[in-house]
């Protein structure tokens, strides 16, 4: 039983002692464990939120087709570079865009469009950050993927012809 004494004595002699108060604090000790397990079983912990990452299916030959094929390459302040194929040899001429409803998310809904007419599938998007750009574009470009229903895309290193389109566009 837990208690609290506190002292009677007001220290004259000749009066009538009276009694020590005593509190039993059983009571506020059982109301307090009661509150701390209803909070710690009420409260729900946070879960992490993480966005998935769908890798590209290679067709019978081990290969990605080009046409369905999207590279962005994201540069120094905050440009990205896109095209569509391969970097050896690419379908379409690497453009410059910025973030956006008129940039990136533009450029990601047209070319998936295309690709889905012509082929039935959808646009597989390789992502390629560069060592100028910062995390926050890629962020930045991994929202605009999900806004424009990219369902298939994956994050790769920049290659060095990368590199070298980027720089002859002044982003690296």
Known sequence: MAELTTSGNSGRKGRRRTPTPRIDLTAMVDLAFLLITFFIMATSLAKPKAMDLAMPVKGPDGSVPETRTMSVCLGKDDKVMWYMGMPEKPLTKPQLVDFGK?????????????????SGKPLIVILKPSDHSVYNNFVSALDEFSISNIQTYAVANITPKDVDMLKQKGAF
């Open 102 to 118: 008129a940039g990136l998310r533009a450029v990601l809904a047209d070319n998936n469009k295309k690709a889905f007419q012509s």
